[in-house]
């Protein structure tokens, strides 16, 4: 006990002394608050106005305070709408101004009074949100109410919002940490409380009220999974009355489709009578123009069909070269509600849909199709995906199925095959071999109606490829094409299967999937990696038509080109042309030497990615923590860093290109300092104090800012400039302008989210450059497009189908003109067309205020 008092002290003794100092000089700084709203409370007894208010010599409002209640409110009425019966809810306060004196921190959050791990409390839901319920009572949705809260006595308040004295307290309870004023104003009763609310059942939770009272300021209130989110309103916004409603003036257009579904299926490639190459990806059928020669680049153009509302598995070309038989897949919709398989029989040239067979008939989904070749057509034979893979004819005029039948044995080893003139038939399998069926008279008489049984017999063979043959094709001079899978080799054959000429494609193209003739000489090819390429024997081929073969996450635009860059788990790096409809350039990573390590990155993928202001050089997050920055020029890695061992999420360069932030799901923003054409990076800080894994984060116009969100619907702010530090008061940072919005919680977007919705229903979300519209990337296959701001709970939109599974991404390019998005699954890269008001083409585009699954043919503009 002696040594405890003496020059020895430990340092809990002096972290004693300093707390105690601290709740010494908060009690002051209480003192002054409940003198200032005792005296604000007696203003508003006397029915005084903000103007008399600021005349009996209460300090005016500062900067960062809101605007008055709007025209036609008293100023003790609190506004709130309320919408209920889902878990999204929305809640408008509006408190007397102006603030009362002594108020340093603003309104604190209406979530009580737990703190976050930094000592302050996020505007969003997380741990700060674990004390409140979800929203309950009752009353008709969108009810308007004008609140008037009782008169109290300026004795009342005080009482009311006294709480002990830090003096008081035992010793032993300084060693907690110490509250903030806003904290301790929470601790004390509320004005709300007193009316006789029930806390469960009222929308805003217990500290709705008490979370503006101090600061008088003006806020939006929205729930997600039972958690409030409090999101403070612009000064410049009076009545949110003010704001734009209904769905924006401009539309989209889809223009290109990046890709082609080579993977995983077979017989995906036609040319039709037009000369136009049909084939498909996700839900839109694909009907491609070359441009230039033989085995020359890219151009022409596309046109897609988009009547199914799932991904299409197979096609069929009719023998008038004009219709196409598409089938799809079943699915679910976004209420989990099943979507049957079925096939559409439509017209290539006006894209209109002429017939739907077998809606309810199919299991699963539709694996194979094909038109009746000696009646013109007449007929179409399904086979579905079922167990049993039932085939079933149709009558394509009138829709009706005309028989069925269960294939009991899959083919498993013979992938392809093809008729030729002669009624032969050449059948490729698994084994790389080349079989010649023909014709032949048995010696045995049939029984009961008498005459020779024909059938068929091998009568030829041939060893063609290495590894399984995947595609047949039969040329229009008679001899036959055949693709190998192992090998990559596309042969020629003559008559009596002698190989005529052959070449091999490149192998970071993959194998050969189909082949289908063109026009002359010409050829095309897809291939296992979902390339599409254009050539003949001769000369050689090369691509038209490129993607990307798994899962697909990251993607940002360049700056000041119409040039984009995607990655996802294929662990291809892509730059691609907006313009010219083309790759730029990808790299592999899987082959990748990079400066910190010389293994290869066989495991590790591109999550996300932000070009640097001067458009010189990208950075690209990992799955690993791991992080890189690439010349856009010379494709070079010449930065190469780690944060952590968990997945990098998001990673954002400021506007005047000095800083790099990374959000991790480490919970971690890791800023850092970056040279003028970004080649060169050092760690500047870090931004603690999220509680859960960043999902978003944008910069401020003056590079001195972030805005971010995360897993547990936090929204926090930061002072970059000043030293990583979080902004406690996060009211001041209403009126703070924004360089990007991508940030999927926030005032100026928070209408985006729909009803019921369980806060992963939104993946991205990007805010034009003109600050007019806002695009959004959901969990139900859809592309919407909003006006910006979106501060009206449930805004219509207008709804965009074409994805056949999670839309991951969004970003608008550099001048606004195109819309870039990213299927999840489907591995799509959807390049649209942002149409104006007064923008021409078809205006089929309905509004929707929920995600919808009807259709994509009416969705189609």
Same mark, same amino acid.
Request: glycine content about 12%; overall charge neutral.
């Given at each position: 006990?002696?040594?405890? #008092? ?39 007894r006397?029915?005084?106005?903000p ?15 809101? @605007? ?6 008293p ?43 930094? #000592?302050?409390?996020?505007? !969003?839901? !997380? ?13 008709? @949705? ?91 309103? @612009?000064?410049?916004?009076r ?19 990046y =890709? ?16 136009e ?82 809606l ?35 009558d394509?005029?009138? =829709? ?27 059948? !490729? ?51 036959v ?14 008559? !009596? ?8 494609? @490149? ?13 002359g000489s ?50 291809q ?43 010189a ?23 190469d ?14 506007p005047?290109g ?68 979080l ?67 449930k ?25 870039i ?16 008001? =007064? =923008? ?22």
């Amino acid at each position: 006990m002696d040594g405890a #008092g003496g020059p020895g002290k430990g340092p809990s003794h002096e972290a004693l002394q300093s707390l105690s100092q601290r709740l010494q000089v908060q009690e002051k700084e209480m003192e002054l608050v409940k003198a200032a709203l005792a005296e604000a409370l007696r203003l508003l007894r006397l029915q005084a106005s903000p103007t008399s208010l600021q005349d009996s010599g209460m300090p005016a409002p500062t900067r960062d305070s809101s @605007p008055a209640a709007p025209p036609g409110l008293p100023p003790t009425c609190t506004l709130s709408l309320v919408s209920r019966g889902t878990q999204t809810e929305t809640e408008v306060e509006m408190e007397p101004s102006p603030g009362p004196p002594g108020l340093s921190n603003g309104p604190p959050d209406p979530q009580g009074g737990s703190e976050e791990p930094s #000592g302050t409390q996020s505007e !969003g839901g !997380g741990s700060s949100s674990s004390g409140t319920g979800s929203p309950g009572g009752t009353g008709s @949705p969108g009810i308007l109410r004008l609140v008037h809260p009782p008169q109290r006595s300026d004795t009342a308040r005080r009482n009311s919002s006294s709480s002990s004295s830090p003096s008081e307290r035992p010793r032993q309870k300084l060693s907690r940490k110490a509250a903030s004023s806003a904290n301790l104003l929470l601790r004390s009763g509320s004005t709300e409380s007193r009316c006789g609310k029930d806390p469960l059942s009222s929308p805003g939770g217990p500290g709705s009220r008490r979370s503006n009272y101090n600061l008088e300021g003006i806020s939006v209130k929205m729930f997600l999974r039972g958690r409030p989110i409090t999101m403070y309103i @612009p000064s410049g916004i009076r009545s949110l009355e003010e704001l734009p409603s209904g769905p924006p003036p401009e539309t989209l257009s889809l223009d290109w489709v990046y =890709g082609y579904r080579g993977r995983d299926s077979r017989s995906n490639l036609f040319v039709l009578r037009s000369g136009e190459v049909v084939y498909f990806i996700a839900c839109v059928v694909v009907l491609y123009r070359p441009g230039g020669g033989p085995g020359g680049p890219g151009g022409g153009g596309q046109r897609h069909y988009r009547g199914h509302t799932d991904c299409v598995r197979c096609l069929a070309v009719h023998p008038d070269g004009v219709r196409v038989a598409s089938g799809q897949t079943a699915g679910v919709d976004k209420d989990g509600k099943p979507l049957q398989p079925v096939v559409h029989v439509w017209d290539s040239e006006t894209l209109l849909k002429l017939q739907e067979i077998g809606l309810g008939a199919f299991e699963r989904g539709v694996g194979a199709l094909a038109f009746s070749v000696a009646d013109q057509g007449a007929f179409l034979c399904v086979v579905d995906d079922s167990n049993e893979h039932m085939l079933s004819v149709w009558d394509c005029s009138r =829709g009706t199925k005309l028989a069925e039948i269960k294939k009991y044995k899959k083919p498993k080893f013979i992938p392809c095959f093809v008729f030729l003139p002669d009624g032969d038939i050449l059948t !490729g399998d698994s084994e790389g071999n080349i079989l010649t069926w023909g014709r032949s008279v048995s010696d045995c008489k049939t029984p009961g109606r008498g005459g020779a049984k024909e059938t068929y017999g091998i009568v030829a063979q041939a060893h063609a490829h290495e590894g399984s043959i995947f595609a047949l094709c039969l040329r229009r001079d008679g001899t036959v094409l055949s693709g190998g899978g192992r090998d990559r080799r596309l042969v020629q054959w003559g008559p !009596g299967l002698v190989a005529l000429q052959e070449t091999e494609i @490149p192998e970071h193209f993959g194998a050969v999937r189909a082949i289908a003739e063109g026009l002359g000489s010409e050829l095309l090819v897809g291939t296992t990696k979902n390339a599409l390429l254009r050539g003949d024997l001769a000369q050689g081929f090369s691509p038209v038509i490129q993607g990307h073969t798994d899962e697909l996450w990251g993607l940002c635009t360049h700056p000041f080109q119409n040039r984009f860059l995607t990655c996802g788990h294929d662990r291809q790096l892509c730059l691609w042309d907006g313009e010219g409809h083309a790759l730029a350039w990808s790299i592999d990573l899987k082959k990748g030497i990079f400066l910190n390590s010389p293994s290869l990155l066989s495991q590790e993928t591109g999550l996300c990615a932000d070009f640097h202001p001067s458009g010189a050089a990208v950075a690209v997050g990992l799955n690993t923590g791991r992080w890189l920055v690439l010349d856009t020029e010379t494709r070079e890695i010449v930065s190469d860093f780690t944060d952590g061992n968990e997945q990098l999420s998001v990673v954002r360069y400021s506007p005047d290109g000095l800083y790099l932030a990374i959000g991790s799901h480490d919970n971690m923003i890791y800023i850092y300092s970056v040279s003028s054409d970004g080649a060169k990076s050092s760690r500047f800080g870090r931004c603690v104090g999220h509680s859960s894994f960043i999902t978003h984060l944008d910069w401020s116009k003056d590079g001195n800012f972030i805005m971010s969100n995360s897993g547990d619907y936090e929204i926090l702010y930061w002072d970059v400039a000043g030293g990583c530090k979080l902004l406690r008061n996060r009211y001041e940072s209403r009126d703070r302008e924004w360089a990007t919005y991508t940030c999927v919680l926030g005032f100026h977007v928070y209408g985006v989210w729909p009803d019921g919705s369980d806060g992963t229903d939104i993946n991205s979300l990007c805010r034009s450059h003109n600050e007019r519209v806002v695009a959004v990337a959901d969990d139900f296959c859809k592309v919407h497009l909003f006006q910006y701001p979106c501060a009206r709970a449930k805004a219509p939109s207008l709804v965009y189908g074409g994805h056949g599974s999670h839309v991951t991404s969004v970003r608008f390019t550099h001048d606004d003109s195109h819309l870039i998005s990213l299927g999840g699954k489907d591995a799509s890269i959807f390049q649209w067309r942002v149409l104006g008001a =007064g =923008g021409a083409g078809p205006a089929l585009v309905t509004p929707s205020r929920t995600p919808s699954l009807s259709p994509a043919s009416s969705l189609d503009v």
